[in-house]
């Protein structure tokens, strides 16, 4: 597969994912995670889906937290820049926290490693200090 293929591939398969979430379409998004996938959402321990999750169970774990703990508002990806396996994505997203309705909005940018057109390392960087502020009680 050429690399331009590839990478057209790669973005595919992650706009498939983005659309996948927000829609609760865990099918869609297991079917595209490479079985070592690891996931690194970057905060504190307020936010109940920071951390590092390792494999399928530790995607189940994140994507369950992520769930459970907020409406996904919108999701919006705005811009990609790939290179083989190896994609940036940036765009913005509104979450609101469950667990106080609050709604914090911040722009995202997305490290994503992906083996054979699935997601084998994520990285999520947007504000964490407003999704902290508003899971706090």
């Known amino acids: 597969m050429s ?9 595919e398969a992650t706009s498939r994912i983005y659309e996948a979430v927000p829609a609760g379409d865990a099918a869609t998004v297991f079917a595209l995670l ?3 996938i690891v996931i690194t959402y970057y905060g ?3 936010i109940p889906y920071a951390g590092t999750f390792s494999g399928v169970e530790g ?3 994140f994507f369950t ?3 459970e703990s907020v409406e996904i508002v919108s999701m919006e990806p705005q811009r990609f820049i790939a290179d083989g396996d190896h994609l940036a994505s940036f765009g913005h997203q509104v979450f ?5 309705g609050r709604e ?3 722009n995202f940018a997305h490290v994503i490693e992906l083996r054979d057109g699935k997601w084998l ?17």
Do not use: Y
């Not at 690399?3 to 973005?11: C, L």
């Not at 609101?96 to 106080?100: D, F, H, I, P, V």
């Not at 390392?121 to 009680?137: G, I, K, P, V, Y």
């Open 59 to 61: 995607a189940t774990d």
């Open 96 to 100: 609101r926290a469950r667990a106080t």
């Open 44 to 46: 504190n321990d307020e």
């Open 3 to 11: 690399t331009d293929v590839r990478t057209s591939a790669n973005i």
């Open 121 to 137: 390392r994520f990285h999520d960087f947007m504000n964490s200090a407003l999704a902290a502020e508003a899971f706090r009680a």
């Open 65 to 67: 937290r992520v769930g």
């Open 104 to 106: 914090f909005a911040s």
């Open 34 to 36: 490479d079985p070592e």
